[in-house]
């Protein structure tokens, strides 16, 4: 390498760029690092084409409560009285931590439902 284009090379590394305009750096890494990984991950997979019936049964499938109990290690009666009114005499407290335990179940079923609609869009 000349040290002219070595110097023309610095130059555009140290480019600050303007509002609106982006680097070149990250389609480039999404065409050289990413991508080549991506398409590996499936490469064995065969895809056969989904009915209208497994489509809209995994878009109404739901997290049951005993899905829940299941998350928190505890019977299912548990749950269904920590969702009750807390003015009742059968209402029990939710587990510690539930908000947690909960963000990961809708994390879960939301992964699920992107899934769903990739395979949907690529047919």
Known sequence: MS??????????ADRKFRWGERSAFLPAALA???LPHAARVNSGATFERMTFKTATDRLTA???????AKAFRVARNTIARA????SLSAYRSP???????LAR????????LKALADELRRG
Request: no cysteine; aromatic share 2%.
């Open 3 to 12: 040290s002219e284009s070595t110097v023309t090379h610095s130059r555009k």
């Open 32 to 34: 050289t690092i990413l």
């Open 62 to 68: 739901r997290v049951t409560a005993d899905d829940i």
């Open 83 to 86: 969702r009750l009114d807390p």
């Open 95 to 101: 587990p510690s931590d539930w908000q947690a335990a």
């Open 105 to 112: 179940l809708a994390m879960r079923r939301s992964l699920e």
